[in-house]
Structure formats: structure tokens, C-alpha cells
């Protein structure tokens, strides 16, 4: 139930009917207040006169039928007042009108108790959730007034980074009313002392503002979604001047770095509109600016320097990542880091060439290097897998200049290859390799074959085989071959070519050689001797 009695207006030109429903809704609101009226006309000046919240009317009426009176309502302002429309008409075209000038619901006589009370709690319910909301909209206005520097901050970051609600840009423009041409300033800065970057923060955003004061105003504050740089959002008075303002600035910061002892770095985005309030890209170009010291780390201005064309991360032909993929695999497989590191540098400075956006040349390195994990066909746990798919992605994202990233991916690529070649890391695989090769020594088996049956690249194949056998697979066929072949021997009456063909020998004169030259006798002499 409400707490606060709500105002229902009842509207018929039926005495019977009105009085009836008027009734009907006292018995089941008896802390309602119920008015009735008799026309649209009534009903209006009551409406307009009186603190009604729920207006129940009939829409066949003389002088102001029912969709005349809600149209008259709504236009009159009052759209808060919720209309149910009450009539023995079920045309489409009555409810067509009554959702088009806002009607809240729609009852056909005779009105049945049930219905009314569902009815009554849906309306209530709506008008509780809007005064709820309306109280907590008064309550956001106390707490900007209280806290408006803090909450102008967090509006201005949202809008930059384009996350603004409609009703939050209708705040920001009303407090500010700021019109005209606008650019993002993007500054970082770094010290020698990472600990010490907070004491010089805030006097970094005061200096940016006053020393443009006198061409522009502006609102400095850091990101809530990157800690590593803070924006000012500027509205030039004259934007003939900005070049100015801009000299001006850039020789101010540089003052303040010679009097802290610091580093910073700054870039403008292109101008906008207040009045289209495009703020986000403004700041993304500034941003993107700011990104390019990624490879010009001593650069300051960066809008000096560096091309507004963003350049695309240089492709490589399909040969050149072919080869590319072989000498990783090679390098990877024989444990060589170091020539592999080189290639690597090589391979990054050949997609670095015109500058691309850092994050997209991460994206780009990252993906080749995993698709070179995978297609070395390791065998790997997922856990595994998943566990270097992290440390790559940390490493790389984590570079904040092109060294750094050369230096995150030598050290994965170290790791990697102590992990391949610190033991037998497939146990389980190797076992049921041997169970393959006890039942398939009548093949014709060569290491690619069974490389290729268990899913394995054949170069790491062959690394994995013999850290688990301590014998090349060659060496390790001819062992297992030359047991099975003594074990027909001597427990078979079965003919040495039979026996020959049933270890994989098609060739019975090399069969004798081999078997010779491992048990030192022939076939024959073999099952004399030892039958």
C-alpha cells in the first residue's frame, strides 16, 4: 500500500456508471481521494485544479469526449496524471488514439473487480518508481552541488572516452555553456622516482590551466579508465589564437620540468564543435599522438613530429610468414635462442616500418608468435598452452616502448625454449607412441608418419622422442625390431622371410644384414643356437 493517499478522478456521463466505479474504487482505496465528473469539459478543470494521479474515463461523452480530454490533458502538461480509458467500445482505432495521446491502460464495461484492482497496483506501482526516481534525481543534485569539481571530473571523463548518458551531456552543457570550437590536450609525464609522480600532479593540472587561461577555458583531470595520462578539455575564445596559447604552454611545461625534475609529454587532438559535444574523438586523436612515443621516447610534443595518418601494421606475403614460421619452429625445435632473437628484432622492425598504432603491432606480433606455438604441434596440456599464451600477452601489452617489447618478447621466447628442452614433458604420449609402434612394426614407419598420427610438428617430434627414449627414433625402430624378430625366432616355427615381413622388412637381404650387424649372427644361426 502507499504511503502517500493518491487523487482518482472518475469521468462518465452514466450517473449510474460513474458512481458505481467511484464506489468501487473507494472500497478497494478507502485512503483515496475520489473526485467524478460527467464530461471531458469537467473533467479538465478538475484535472488541471485539482492533485489527480489516476483518471478512470469513458470515451463516448457529450461536449469533450474521452480522447479529447487526454489530448487536452497532455497538452496542458500534465503527463505524470495516468489515463485509463473506460468504454463498452473495443474498436482498434479507440485504442489507436489513446496510445498515440498517451494513454496509460484501457478497461471495457461493465469493469469486474479483478480487473480494476490489477489495474489500481500496476498504476500505483508507476507512480511509486517515479517519485522514487524523482527523489533520487533531487538527491544527484544535492551531491553535485556539494561535490560539483569531482562530478564535472568524472562527467568529463566519461565524455571522452565516449560512455556520456543524454541526461549527463544535458548536465555538463548547462553547467558549463560552453560554445564554440574545442580541442583534448593529452599529457603523461614521468619521473625519476615513480613514487614522487603524485606530489607534482596537481600542480601540473593547475599550471595547464592558468597558463591558457587568458585564450581559453578548460577543466584538467586524470582518467578513470588510464592512470598513465591526464586530459584537459579546452574551449578557445578565439580560436585564432590558439597557436598562441599553444606556444605559450609548451614553454611553460617546459619551465616546470627544469623546476621538478621530470618528464612531460603532451599532444593536441583535432578541434570540435561544443554543440555537437564530439569530445571523444578529439581525445582518441590526442591519445593516438601521445601512443606514438612508443617509438620516440625522447620526443616531447608529439604533435611535432609525428604524422596525423595513422599507418597500418605492414603485412608480410604469405612466403615471407611461411618462412618466418619455419626458422621460428627450427630455432625453437634445436634450442637456439639466440639467432632465433635476432630474426625476431628483425621480423618487428620490418612491421614497425611507418609507425602503426603500438597496440595494433602488439596485436599483430602476439598473433603471429602463438600461431607459431601452435603449429609446432607440442602437445601441450591446455593449461600449458594457456599459461605461455598469457605470458606472451603480458609481456607485449606491458611494453611501453619498442625496446621494451623486443626485450618482453626475447625473454618469452627464452622461457619457451627451456620449457621444450628442460626433460620429457609427454609421458602419456611417448607410452602410447610405443603401444603404435609394438603393433605397427609391419609398416613402413618413418618419423613424420608417426609425428603426424600423435599431431606433432616432426623437428619437436623428434626432440620429445628422444628425451623419453634416449635413443633417436631411427635407432629406437631398428631396437624394437630386431627384439620382436629374436622373439619370432625363437618362439615361432614361422620362416625367416615371414619373419622378416612381420617387422617391416620387404627386403629380406637387408633384414639379414641388420640383424647380423645388432645381434651378431644370422637369422638362421640365431634360432639354432638359442632354440
Same mark, same amino acid.
Given at each position: 500500500?502507499?504511503?502517500?493517499?493518491?487523487?482518482?478522478?472518475?469521468?462518465?456521463?452514466?450517473?449510474?456508471?460513474?458512481?458505481?466505479?467511484?464506489?468501487?474504487?473507494?472500497?478497494?482505496?478507502?485512503?483515496?481521494?475520489?473526485?467524478?465528473?460527467?464530461?471531458?469539459?469537467?473533467?479538465?478543470?478538475?484535472?488541471?485544479?485539482?492533485?489527480?494521479?489516476?483518471?478512470?474515463?469513458?470515451?463516448?461523452?457529450?461536449?469533450?469526449?474521452?480522447?479529447?480530454?487526454?489530448?487536452?490533458?497532455?497538452? +496542458?502538461?500534465?503527463?505524470?496524471?495516468?489515463?485509463?480509458?473506460?468504454?463498452?467500445?473495443?474498436?482498434?482505432?479507440?485504442?489507436?488514439?489513446?496510445?498515440?495521446?498517451?494513454?496509460?491502460?484501457?478497461?471495457?464495461?461493465?469493469?469486474? /473487480?479483478?480487473?480494476?484492482?490489477?489495474?489500481?497496483?500496476?498504476?500505483?506501482?508507476?507512480?511509486?518508481?517515479?517519485?522514487?526516481?524523482?527523489?533520487?534525481?533531487?538527491?544527484?543534485?544535492?551531491?553535485?552541488?556539494?561535490?560539483?569539481?569531482?562530478?564535472?571530473?568524472?562527467?568529463?571523463?566519461?565524455?571522452?572516452?565516449?560512455?556520456?548518458?543524454?541526461?549527463?551531456?544535458?548536465?555538463?552543457?548547462?553547467?558549463?555553456?560552453?560554445?564554440?570550437?574545442?580541442?583534448?590536450?593529452?599529457?603523461?609525464?614521468?619521473?625519476?622516482?615513480?613514487?614522487?609522480?603524485?606530489?607534482?600532479?596537481?600542480?601540473?593540472?593547475?599550471? !595547464?590551466?592558468?597558463?591558457?587561461?587568458?585564450?581559453?577555458?578548460?577543466?584538467?583531470?586524470?582518467l578513470e579508465s588510464r592512470k598513465d595520462h591526464?586530459?584537459?578539455?579546452?574551449?578557445?575564445?578565439?580560436?585564432?589564437?590558439?597557436?598562441?596559447?599553444?606556444?605559450?604552454?609548451?614553454?611553460?611545461?617546459?619551465?616546470?620540468?627544469?623546476?621538478?625534475?621530470?618528464?612531460?609529454?603532451?599532444?593536441?587532438?583535432?578541434?570540435?564543435?561544443?554543440?555537437?559535444?564530439?569530445?571523444?574523438?578529439? &581525445?582518441?586523436?590526442?591519445?593516438?599522438?601521445? +601512443?606514438?612515443?612508443?617509438?620516440?621516447?625522447?620526443?616531447?610534443?608529439?604533435?611535432?613530429?609525428?604524422?596525423?595518418?595513422?599507418?597500418?601494421?605492414?603485412?608480410?606475403?604469405?612466403?615471407?610468414?611461411?618462412?618466418?614460421?619455419?626458422?621460428?619452429?627450427?630455432?625453437? =625445435?634445436?634450442?637456439?635462442?639466440?639467432?632465433?632473437?635476432?630474426?625476431?628484432?628483425?621480423?618487428?622492425?620490418?612491421?614497425?616500418?611507418?609507425?602503426?598504432?603500438?597496440?595494433?603491432?602488439?596485436?599483430?606480433?602476439?598473433?603471429?608468435?602463438?600461431? +607459431?606455438?601452435?603449429?609446432?604441434?607440442?602437445?601441450?596440456?591446455?593449461?600449458?598452452? #594457456?599459461?605461455? /599464451?598469457?605470458?606472451?600477452?603480458?609481456?607485449?601489452?606491458?611494453?611501453?616502448?619498442?625496446?621494451?617489447?623486443?626485450?618482453?618478447?626475447?625473454?618469452?621466447?627464452?622461457?619457451?625454449?627451456?620449457?621444450? &628442452?628442460?626433460?620429457?614433458?609427454?609421458?602419456?604420449?611417448?607410452?602410447?607412441?610405443?603401444?603404435?609402434?609394438?603393433? &605397427?612394426?609391419?609398416?613402413?614407419? #618413418?618419423?613424420?608418419? !608417426?609425428?603426424?598420427?600423435?599431431?606433432?610438428?616432426? #623437428?619437436?617430434? =623428434?626432440?620429445?622422442?628422444?628425451?623419453?627414449?634416449?635413443?633417436?627414433?631411427?635407432?629406437?625402430m631398428v631396437k624394437l625390431r630386431m627384439q620382436?624378430?629374436?622373439?619370432?625366432?625363437? &618362439?615361432?616355427?614361422?620362416?625367416?622371410?615371414?619373419? =622378416?615381413?612381420?617387422?617391416?622388412?620387404?627386403?629380406?637381404?637387408?633384414?639379414?644384414? !641388420?640383424?647380423?650387424?645388432?645381434?651378431?649372427?644370422?637369422?638362421?644361426?640365431?634360432?639354432?643356437?638359442?632354440?
Amino acid at each position: 500500500m502507499n504511503s502517500i493517499p493518491l487523487g482518482v478522478l472518475v469521468v462518465d456521463d452514466e450517473t449510474r456508471q460513474r458512481r458505481g466505479l467511484a464506489a468501487m474504487v473507494r472500497d478497494l482505496r478507502p485512503e483515496y481521494e475520489v473526485w467524478e465528473a460527467k464530461n471531458g469539459k469537467d473533467a479538465l478543470t478538475i484535472s488541471l485544479s485539482k492533485p489527480i494521479q489516476i483518471v478512470f474515463t469513458d470515451i463516448q461523452m457529450p461536449i469533450m469526449n474521452g480522447i479529447e480530454y487526454l489530448q487536452q490533458l497532455r497538452t +496542458s502538461g500534465q503527463h505524470e496524471t495516468k489515463v485509463i480509458l473506460v468504454t463498452v467500445y473495443q474498436e482498434f482505432s479507440y485504442a489507436q488514439q489513446a496510445v498515440r495521446y498517451g494513454a496509460n491502460d484501457y478497461l471495457v464495461k461493465p469493469v469486474q /473487480s479483478q480487473q480494476l484492482i490489477e489495474v489500481i497496483q500496476h498504476m500505483e506501482k508507476i507512480i511509486v518508481e517515479e517519485q522514487e526516481a524523482l527523489i533520487g534525481n533531487q538527491t544527484a543534485l544535492n551531491q553535485i552541488e556539494q561535490s560539483m569539481p569531482a562530478f564535472v571530473e568524472h562527467l568529463f571523463s566519461k565524455c571522452v572516452t565516449d560512455k556520456l548518458q543524454p541526461n549527463e551531456k544535458i548536465l555538463l552543457k548547462s553547467h558549463f555553456g560552453w560554445r564554440g570550437v574545442g580541442e583534448v590536450l593529452a599529457l603523461g609525464a614521468s619521473a625519476a622516482h615513480p613514487e614522487d609522480i603524485h606530489m607534482w600532479d596537481s600542480q601540473l593540472r593547475n599550471t !595547464v590551466v592558468e597558463i591558457l587561461r587568458p585564450w581559453a577555458s578548460s577543466v584538467v583531470f586524470p582518467l578513470e579508465s588510464r592512470k598513465d595520462h591526464v586530459v584537459a578539455v579546452v574551449n578557445w575564445k578565439d580560436r585564432a589564437e590558439s597557436k598562441e596559447a599553444k606556444s605559450a604552454l609548451q614553454a611553460g611545461l617546459k619551465k616546470l620540468e627544469q623546476q621538478q625534475a621530470i618528464s612531460i609529454w603532451f599532444a593536441w587532438g583535432q578541434p570540435f564543435d561544443f554543440d555537437e559535444m564530439q569530445i571523444n574523438q578529439s &581525445h582518441e586523436k590526442a591519445v593516438g599522438l601521445i +601512443s606514438m612515443r612508443f617509438y620516440t621516447p625522447h620526443i616531447r610534443c608529439l604533435n611535432l613530429v609525428v604524422s596525423d595518418d595513422e599507418q597500418p601494421v605492414q603485412e608480410m606475403s604469405a612466403h615471407e610468414q611461411r618462412a618466418f614460421f619455419k626458422f621460428i619452429e627450427s630455432a625453437i =625445435s634445436n634450442g637456439e635462442p639466440d639467432p632465433l632473437l635476432g630474426q625476431v628484432k628483425n621480423f618487428i622492425g620490418q612491421m614497425t616500418q611507418g609507425y602503426p598504432a603500438p597496440e595494433a603491432l602488439k596485436a599483430k606480433l602476439v598473433h603471429l608468435l602463438l600461431v +607459431s606455438l601452435q603449429r609446432l604441434n607440442i602437445g601441450w596440456s591446455e593449461e600449458v598452452y #594457456s599459461r605461455f /599464451s598469457e605470458r606472451l600477452n603480458k609481456a607485449v601489452e606491458g611494453a611501453t616502448y619498442l625496446r621494451n617489447l623486443e626485450d618482453g618478447v626475447a625473454t618469452w621466447l627464452k622461457e619457451l625454449i627451456l620449457e621444450l &628442452h628442460s626433460g620429457s614433458k609427454g609421458e602419456p604420449i611417448m607410452n602410447k607412441c610405443k603401444e603404435f609402434l609394438d603393433a &605397427h612394426l609391419h609398416e613402413d614407419l #618413418s618419423l613424420e608418419i !608417426v609425428a603426424r598420427r600423435f599431431h606433432y610438428n616432426a #623437428s619437436y617430434f =623428434s626432440i620429445l622422442f628422444k628425451n623419453y627414449f634416449g635413443l633417436s627414433f631411427t635407432e629406437y625402430m631398428v631396437k624394437l625390431r630386431m627384439q620382436k624378430a629374436q622373439h619370432l625366432l625363437l &618362439h615361432t616355427d614361422a620362416k625367416v622371410a615371414e619373419i =622378416s615381413r612381420q617387422v617391416g622388412y620387404k627386403d629380406i637381404k637387408y633384414f639379414f644384414k !641388420v640383424f647380423k650387424k645388432n645381434v651378431m649372427h644370422t637369422p638362421e644361426e640365431f634360432r639354432r643356437k638359442f632354440n
